[in-house]
């Protein structure tokens, strides 16, 4: 059985620039399930970067696994790189959408490129493109979430078109759209979030505490594209994924919901996955399930997702109030915590991904239309004892022994740095990412002490001390 494993990307891939280093290497781990599934014949197909399936060293891959099959797609027209994929014969396509500067949009694209699969009789596992519209646009995704009855902050949407040009007509005496925007503001719950509604992560997002800052920033030369306005929800902050099919003609999916990671936020309230801490999962054992109220959530993710139609893979960002779940984003696609979730559970990347697609037999089962989805139950999760206290923390841009040194240790279960040498603010120049395991909590705890006195000439308090923080 041939297994196609696909993605796209739509931004122009610098490889003289951007380096990534990642231990076990993306081969080791792919290597790893065609081992397991000896009888699949797995074929990886993908644009640069690649993310999540090539190691890339400049513009080559750097590392291949004599049992994978790769192929770099060439073209960029969806229904061509249809065509392209069809000549490697799969039995089944399953995408495996990454994320790019500026726009998080590829789900998009590989939704086009499932929907010619389609049509060519080839077995799909992906997001529709009219799921991936709503995920993309977020504005849409808070009008969706809200008609499901998912618990979202109250906000509203700036149009910027009319916002900018709706008043600049000779007849008018002035902008009645730009007023009604500032006057439904004054109706918010102060501090809100202002952020663009198509960007990637937290990029741009500002938090403003008053009315006059709150304009301030609409009225500024930063404002050049629609805006979504939202109360920002007091709480803790966390993510999860969302791994399923959905059916069409029982108007249902299967999923399986992941327990919640903890996340730290920065000075501002906001989760930056550049310098954001990772904790978890929450919720696995009975009493942490009563106080995060996890039947609640899964109830409510499940909602979002029979909702939503998810087909394939989701990362959700999420905020508990202490009482109530609210959801903030919905991104359908791999995530920055989906090897954390990998290494929680003990397996490569690739493995979790497959094991977690399979329906109760045990399969990637291919039927009519549809994959994986007759055999399965409404809702399966994890049962309590699978994830082991996982880590996420951040390191700077480390050199290569010094990367080796820290896979070397016995609870460090990735690391993967990212180095873009073009960028001017740190921010953007990369970082190292660092996950580490634990049998239980306190393991865990002592494994982090241990890391932070063996690299303390590079370890960087403050990841450190939020790491101690979400431990408790």
């Known amino acids: 059985m041939n297994i196609l494993f696909y993605s796209t990307s739509s931004s122009l891939y610098d490889g003289d620039n951007i380096s990534t280093f990642s231990l076990p290497s993306w081969a080791e781990q792919w290597e790893a399930l065609a081992k397991k599934e000896s009888e699949m014949n ?91 519209l ?19 902050a109250k906000a509203i949407h700036m149009h910027h078109e009319l916002y900018i040009n709706a008043g600049n007509r000779r007849e008018l005496k002035g902008n009645v759209y730009r007023d009604a925007v500032f ?33 301030g920033i609409l009225k500024s030369k930063k404002t050049t594209s629609d805006r979504i306005i939202e109360e920002m929800i007091s709480g803790e902050q966390f993510g999860c994924e969302i791994y399923g099919r959905y059916d069409e003609n029982e108007g249902r999916g ?18 930056s996955p550049k310098q954001s801490v990772k904790a978890g999962p929450v919720g696995l054992s009975e009493d942490e399930a009563e106080k995060y109220k996890i039947p609640e959530l899964n109830k409510m993710l499940l909602k979002l997702a029979n909702g939503l139609k ?42 979790m991904i497959f094991e977690n697609l399979k329906t109760k037999k045990g399969k990637l089962k291919v039927g009519s239309g549809k994959v994986g989805t ?52 740190i921010r953007e120049q990369g970082y190292c990412e ?6 239980k909590k306190g393991e865990l705890k002592k494994n982090m002490a241990d890391l932070r006195e063996k690299f303390s000439d590079v370890a960087e308090g403050h990841f450190f001390d939020k790491a101690e923080e979400l431990l408790g």
Request: with cysteine; charged share 25%; net charge negative.
């Open 134 to 152: 709503a995920c993309f646009d977020k504005w849409r995704t808070h009008e969706t979430l809200e008609k499901l009855g998912v618990n979202v």
């Open 254 to 271: 299967s999923y399986r919901i992941l327990p919640p990671f903890k996340f730290s936020v920065n000075q501002y309230g906001i989760t």
């Open 374 to 425: 007759e055999d399965c139950s409404e809702n399966e999760s994890f049962s309590f004892g699978d994830f082991h206290p996982t880590l996420n923390i951040k390191f700077p841009i480390l050199k290569k022994e010094r990367l080796l040194e820290l896979k070397a240790l016995p609870y460090i279960a990735f690391v993967n740095q990212i180095e873009n040498k073009a960028a001017k603010q």
């Open 42 to 132: 797995i074929i990886l197909a993908t644009q640069f970067p690649g993310t999540f399936m090539l190691d890339l060293k400049g513009n080559e891959v750097l590392e291949k696994s004599e049992k994978i099959t790769y192929h770099i797609i060439q073209k960029d027209d969806e229904k061509e790189i249809a065509e392209e994929l069809e000549e490697l014969k799969p039995d089944l396509a399953l995408a495996l959408s990454f994320y790019v500067m500026p726009y998080d949009w590829l789900t998009v694209k590989d939704a086009m490129v499932a929907d010619f699969l389609r049509k060519k009789g080839i077995k799909t596992i992906c997001h529709s493109v009219e799921t991936a």
């Open 310 to 351: 998810l087909d394939g893979i989701a990362q959700v960002d999420l905020v508990f109030t202490g009482e109530k779940w609210f959801v903030i984003e919905v991104n359908p696609r791999l995530s920055g915590m989906s090897s954390t979730y990998a290494a929680s559970v003990g397996l490569p990347l690739s493995e």
């Open 434 to 439: 660092v996950i580490l395991i634990g049998t």
């Open 183 to 215: 006057h439904e503001i004054k109706k918010l719950n102060f501090p809100l979030i202002i952020k663009d509604t198509t960007g990637l992560s937290s990029f741009g997002a500002d938090v403003v505490n008053s009315y006059d800052e709150a304009t």
